[in-house]
């Protein structure tokens, strides 16, 4: 079960920007705990897009940004592409009980 | 470059047992925790399990606590998952999942093998 809420939808036309937020709770992003994106394009296994809020791996273009604040943290996605269209996710770690990792509910992102 | 080749998955009936084996290559294995993650057809991701590096610290999601069982073989650069008891929500995408960075107790996960499909029907 996902204790990590993204909106199940954002769309924007080519090159303008969009964000989704992924919203968790004290005992994961408000426990302190690093937030990372993943990128899943149709028919394949998601990639890593941001690490630790806000770095990028090599090969990432800049037009993906990262932040994380209190319980809460952003994806950005600007300059909007076409190659865009996919399926986005972020994750954590929750402290509670014995610990676990646990992923946001994923947002669609669609260029119009 | 590494790569992470998932096998194993397949047909299976409810309560009955499946294991599935992920040949690593491309880098130290036994350097690094790894870890399952699968996909229900059409849903998000969820992670099912976790294991250390020196196997000290082994995890798993409520949903699978009791029933699955991680393990990881460094002289074979194999990560393994025994599935037992399965039930039709087990039914999913199973990825084999590499920790990003050795030495870090908290991991973020890459690279991502390709997934091996497992179903779980009468």
């Known amino acids: 079960q996902s204790v990590l809420t993204q909106p199940p939808s954002v769309s924007g036309a080519p090159g303008q920007t969009v964000t989704i937020s992924c919203t968790g709770s004290?005992?994961?992003?408000?426990?302190?705990?690093?937030v990372h994106w993943y990128q899943q394009l149709p028919g394949s296994a998601p990639r890593l897009l941001i690490y630790?809020?806000?770095n990028r791996p090599s090969g990432v273009p800049d037009r993906f940004s990262g932040s994380k604040s209190d319980t809460s943290a952003s994806l950005a996605i600007s300059g909007l592409r076409a190659e865009d269209e996919a399926d986005y996710y972020c994750?954590?770690?929750?402290?509670?009980?014995?610990?676990?990792?646990?992923f946001g509910t994923g947002t669609k992102v669609t260029v119009l | 470059e590494v790569h992470l080749v998932e096998s194993g998955g397949g047909l299976v009936q409810p309560g009955r047992s499946l294991r599935l084996s992920c040949a690593a290559s491309?880098?130290?294995?036994?350097?690094?925790?790894m870890h399952w993650v699968r996909q229900a057809p059409g849903k998000g991701l969820e992670w099912v399990s976790s294991?250390?590096?020196?196997?000290?610290?082994?995890l798993y999601a409520d949903s699978v606590k009791g029933r699955f069982t991680i393990s990881r073989d460094d002289a074979k650069s194999s990560l393994y998952l025994q599935m037992n008891s399965l039930r039709p929500e087990d039914t999913a995408f199973y990825y084999c999942?590499?920790?990003?960075?050795?030495?870090?107790?908290?991991?973020?996960?890459?690279?991502w093998g390709q997934g091996t499909l497992v179903t779980v029907s009468s």
């Open positions: 294991i250390e590096w020196n196997s000290r610290r082994i």
């Open positions: 999942v590499k920790a990003a960075v050795h030495g870090a107790s908290i991991h973020w996960f890459d690279p």
């Open positions: 630790v809020n806000k």
């Open positions: 491309g880098f130290l294995f036994g350097n690094y925790g």
């Open positions: 004290s005992s994961n992003i408000g426990a302190g705990h690093d």
């Open positions: 994750q954590s770690y929750d402290s509670s009980l014995s610990g676990s990792y646990v």
